[in-house]
């Protein structure tokens, strides 16, 4: 099994159109204990199998025409100036583990920009 998510890469969030998916909820029936495990850092999946897109935390700097990115921990920003996140996209696999049968979902995000 599959799914699509879209990303996006632009400096300020934009508004995502109907229909394009930001998360997707894992099913699985007849299995006792079931446990989910991202292999990305690009998604990450609850422990009831709610995958999402995984916000990467940046904090934006300008100097003349040139603008930088640089990676932060939001668990340890105290100043929120100029923080923005990004999804990123790419390709990965979901873990499912239902009892003692383990399989992955493969799942992907695109790009988003309006031009």
């Not at 099994?1 to 879209?6: A, K």
């Not at 990450?44 to 932060?72: A, C, I, Q």
Request: glycine share 6%; proline share 3%; aromatic share 14%.
């Amino acid at each position: 099994p599959s799914t699509s998510f879209i990303a996006y890469g632009e400096e300020s969030p934009v508004q995502m159109e109907d229909g394009f998916p930001m998360e997707f909820q894992l099913k699985v029936t007849g299995a006792s204990k079931v446990t989910y495990k991202s292999n990305s850092s690009k998604f990450d999946v609850s422990e009831k199998g709610l995958v999402t897109l995984h916000k990467n935390y940046y904090r934006v700097s300008k100097s003349g025409s040139f603008t930088s990115y640089s990676p932060v921990d939001i668990n340890n920003v105290t100043d929120f100036t100029n923080i923005m996140y990004r999804y990123e996209a790419g390709n990965s696999t979901i873990t499912v583990t239902a009892d003692s049968q383990t399989f992955e979902v493969k799942v992907s995000s695109l790009e988003y920009r309006i031009a």
